[in-house]
């Protein structure tokens, strides 16, 4: 996240949020272990979470409240583009992902990706 002196504000890039999935388990959820990175204010690392959760909430028709379950299928009231996100949440993989009927993963992945970002960033035209 990279703060714009400008705007006065955090500018999220994808890369970003894809480093928020795959360690969400480990800092928002059951199980913990200490992360790659650190984050010494705990009121960023809340921050982060909230916008995090409010993307992933938005781009789909399910409404996000946080890790609930490991099991992929326990989110099949989400929306494609927030499972995908999800899945990365709980570790599935692509083989995987494909067995559960998706396909070109990796484009469905960028774009559920940039439209968190777009959300996060205050575009209007998120989803296109």
């Not at 913990?32 to 990175?37: G, M």
């Not at 709980?90 to 960028?110: D, H, M, N």
């Not at 559920?112 to 035209?125: H, K, T």
């Amino acid at each position: 996240m990279g703060w714009s002196e400008d705007q006065l504000r955090y500018t999220y890039k994808v890369g970003e949020l894809k480093a928020i999935a795959t360690w969400y388990v480990f800092v928002y959820g059951t199980r913990y272990e200490p992360p790659l990175f650190e984050i010494s204010n705990l009121y960023r690392v809340a921050e982060f979470k909230a916008d995090f959760d409010m993307a992933l909430t938005y781009i789909g028709k399910g409404y996000w409240e946080g890790l609930g379950s490991i099991r992929f299928k326990d989110y099949r009231h989400f929306g494609k583009a927030q499972r995908i996100v999800i899945a990365d949440i709980i570790g599935i993989t692509e083989y995987e992902l494909g067995a559960y009927g998706f396909y070109q993963i990796p484009q469905l992945r960028g774009k559920a990706y940039s439209w968190m970002m777009n959300y996060l960033n205050g575009r209007v035209d998120v989803q296109s």
